[in-house]
């Protein structure tokens, strides 16, 4: 079964470093997202691409955040500089077109920040 | 938009028993419900989803029911077993572009 994959597994940063994560989705899945999922509660949308272009950020934190999908296919996360704050799993997902079709999460980046 | 609350956040229950999670949701568009659960360490894996147009859906030991009138919706798991246990959460969507809203999730553990 394919899978989506992220890289790395484990980061740990200190604060005010820049911090970068890597997501593959599953091929030919055009929508792609960005969730982050604090301990203990649901995954919270950061970023949701359509092919390239950014759908929804409504949600990320601009200022230090930002998100790229160049060829609408693998995308990267990156936080500069890292907070405290931002300690917290980075999950990835795809979905074959977005919408109501199913979302096929990554193994996820787990972020400590020091 | 969107909210999705989820109860209870916690679930003991012994092998064997049935366990229900429940959800409701504010926006009377949504009409794709998914559920997830999530193994400690592992990522989200869906396990059911209903859409409106559906009153009802199982799988095996799983069920989810769909109230549109009251917005609410639940998860059923019959004759519970120790692999069941993890953290189950619940979502809401309005179709197309739009986005899953999760509920905040329910650690579901299950006794020997």
């Known amino acids: 079964e394919a899978e989506v994959a992220q890289s790395p597994r484990y980061k740990i940063t200190e604060k005010s470093q820049a911090v970068a994560f890597w997501c593959d989705p599953i091929?030919?899945?055009?929508?792609l997202y960005w969730y982050r999922q604090i301990l203990g509660q649901g995954p919270e949308l950061l970023v949701q691409?359509?092919?390239?272009?950014?759908?929804?950020d409504s949600q990320l934190p601009k200022d230090r955040f930002s998100a790229e999908r160049l060829k609408g296919v693998d995308s990267t996360l990156k936080i500069q500089p890292a907070e405290l704050g931002d300690s917290a799993m980075y999950l990835c997902?795809?979905?074959?077109?977005?919408?109501?079709?199913?979302?096929?999460f990554g193994n996820g980046t787990r972020l400590t920040v020091t | 938009g969107e909210n999705v609350e989820q109860h209870p956040s916690t679930l003991s229950v012994q092998e064997g028993d049935s366990a229900v999670i429940k959800c409701t949701y504010s926006?009377?568009?949504?009409?794709?419900f998914p559920w997830y659960k999530q193994e400690l360490g592992k990522r989200p894996q869906l396990i059911i989803d209903i859409r409106s147009n559906v009153g009802e859906k199982k799988d095996q030991r799983i069920a989810v029911t769909l109230n549109k009138t009251a917005k609410h919706f639940s998860l059923h798991i019959t004759e519970t077993q120790p692999e069941d246990s993890a953290v189950y959460f619940c979502?809401?969507?309005?179709?197309?572009?739009?986005?899953?809203?999760f509920g905040k999730g329910t650690m579901l553990l299950v006794s020997p």
């Open positions: 997902a795809s979905s074959l077109v977005g919408g109501v079709s199913p979302l096929h």
């Open positions: 691409f359509q092919d390239e272009s950014v759908v929804d």
């Open positions: 091929s030919g899945h055009a929508t």
């Open positions: 926006d009377s568009a949504s009409n794709y």
């Open positions: 979502a809401a969507i309005y179709s197309g572009y739009s986005t899953l809203t």
